[in-house]
């Protein structure tokens, strides 16, 4: 059973929207991290957070929001949606004292 | 800062053929190193890691051997299958935070 799980896996926004993304975890890791993937770029980390309550800006923070309300879920905002944001979203979880990072299965956000 | 370099960004072989995909990486601290392994259609998933401490790491027939002195990670596999065709990332983890950073990723294509 899959220990991490995304929603929606597809997405279609308009300019201007708000969108959130949501990601729950079922390894009961104290981390959690959002990414995106793009052409050419690999993975680029948005925000992350250690435990619930707990958010931090990544590489790649304008323009997103992020909340952590439990151990186990945590969203990406994004408030005002731009067509730039057009990519795959990653959430992952890991353990506090670990690097090891477990991915779901990613959703695809399309902005117009 | 830390950054990785994978600077094959697609390649191509006939089953049973050899693997090599080399990385090279920069950092102040004591890296742990990882390939992860992307499927179509999927998150990316752990295949192997390698710390400072025993310089290489093998799984599921790949292995991968870090160099110091070169600041070089290499993936190779001896005889690869048309079910290794996948995106492979070198990935970099850091001493705070247990952030992790990923290359841009190698495409691999096998032909059957």
């Known amino acids: 059973e899959a220990a991490v799980t995304q929603s929606p896996r597809n997405k279609v926004a308009v300019t201007g929207g708000k969108v959130t993304l949501s990601c729950n975890q079922t390894n009961n890791h104290n981390n959690m991290y959002w990414y995106r993937q793009d052409t050419g770029h690999g993975l680029r980390l948005i925000h992350y957070?250690?435990?619930?309550?707990?958010?931090e800006k990544g590489d790649i923070p304008d323009g997103y929001k992020a909340s952590r309300p439990s151990q186990e879920n945590f969203s990406l905002i994004l408030e005002l949606a731009t067509p730039s944001q057009t990519s795959v979203y990653f959430c992952?979880?890991?353990?506090?004292?670990?690097?090891?990072?477990?991915f779901g299965p990613g959703t695809r956000l399309t902005v117009l | 800062g830390n950054s990785v370099t994978q600077m094959q960004g697609q390649v191509t072989l006939s089953e049973e053929e050899f693997l090599f995909i080399n990385c090279t990486y920069s950092t102040t601290g004591y890296p742990t190193l990882f390939w992860y392994v992307q499927y179509p259609g999927e998150g990316p998933q752990l295949l192997l890691k390698v710390t400072t401490a025993n310089n290489k790491g093998s799984s599921r027939g790949f292995e991968a051997t870090y160099d110091k002195g070169t600041t070089s990670f290499h993936l190779q596999k001896a005889s690869v299958q048309e079910s290794d065709s996948a995106v492979y990332y070198c990935?970099?983890?850091?001493?705070?935070?247990?952030?992790?950073?990923f290359g841009d990723g190698t495409q691999l294509v096998v032909k059957p």
């Open positions: 992952a979880s890991g353990r506090w004292d670990s690097y090891e990072q477990y």
């Open positions: 957070s250690y435990g619930a309550g707990s958010t």
């Open positions: 990935v970099l983890g850091e001493d705070s935070n247990n952030r992790i950073f």
